[in-house]
């Protein structure tokens, strides 16, 4: 199954990835509300060249955000999600620069290093459940040094993600393909994964 991110301002290979409050402009100063990618569902995979296509991942859109060395998060539903998943304090440490805003999706592993959303689910309503480990996955860099980079092409802003962001154990980039949508859906398919975005 496929999804195709964007809200309708963008053609193809010009996926915009989440909704601000009114047009942000660079104030040195990031917006207090963004709304993470939620796309909408596709015919299912296939192959284009105008394409970035990437693991659909199983877990909440949430937006994070580094301002002044302290990280914040947004996920739907959790006031302070840090205090539900502390070990996503690490993010800050794996950022080179401020004034930095990334959209990507929050995961619970399982034992075995595998998203597990009931896991999620349990973690997600009772903060002290325990159980899994908290990762998060960054699929795009929205500001950069506390200005938006939403008008610049999704290509860019994802080259740029991966020249601020250093993976490490619980946050990575998300990594994709550009044109083989069927290439990847099988791929994902083999480690258990069900969808892919586009």
């Known amino acids: 199954?496929?999804?195709?991110?964007?809200?309708?301002?963008?053609?193809?290979?010009?996926?915009?990835?989440?909704?601000?409050?009114?047009?942000?402009?660079?104030?040195?100063?990031?917006?207090?509300?963004?709304?993470?990618?939620?796309?909408?569902?596709?015919?299912?995979?296939?192959?284009?060249?105008?394409?970035?296509?990437?693991?659909?991942?199983p877990g909440a859109p949430t937006i994070a955000s580094i301002e002044g060395g302290h990280l914040r998060l947004q996920t739907?539903?959790?006031?302070?999600?840090?205090?539900?998943?502390?070990?996503?304090?690490?993010?800050?440490?794996?950022?080179d620069g401020d004034g930095v805003v990334v959209d990507g999706t929050l995961l619970v592993l399982d034992a075995e290093g595998r998203p597990d959303t009931e896991l999620l689910r349990l973690r997600l309503s009772d903060p002290q459940a325990g159980g899994g480990e908290a990762a998060f996955v960054a699929s795009d860099l929205l500001w950069l040094g506390g200005s938006p980079l939403i008008d610049r092409p999704f290509s860019e802003r994802r080259e740029r993600l991966g020249d601020v962001l250093r993976d490490g154990r619980l946050c990575v980039a998300s990594r994709g393909l550009r044109g083989e949508g069927i290439m990847l859906a099988e791929a994902v398919a083999s480690m258990g994964l069900t969808e892919i975005s586009a």
């Open 76 to 95: 739907e539903h959790l006031a302070d999600p840090l205090a539900t998943f502390p070990e996503l304090g690490v993010i800050a440490e794996q950022v």
């Open 1 to 57: 199954m496929a999804r195709e991110a964007g809200s309708g301002h963008a053609g193809p290979g010009e996926q915009l990835s989440l909704v601000l409050d009114g047009r942000q402009e660079a104030t040195g100063q990031l917006p207090r509300r963004l709304l993470p990618m939620i796309p909408a569902m596709g015919e299912g995979p296939f192959d284009d060249e105008r394409y970035f296509f990437e693991p659909w991942w």
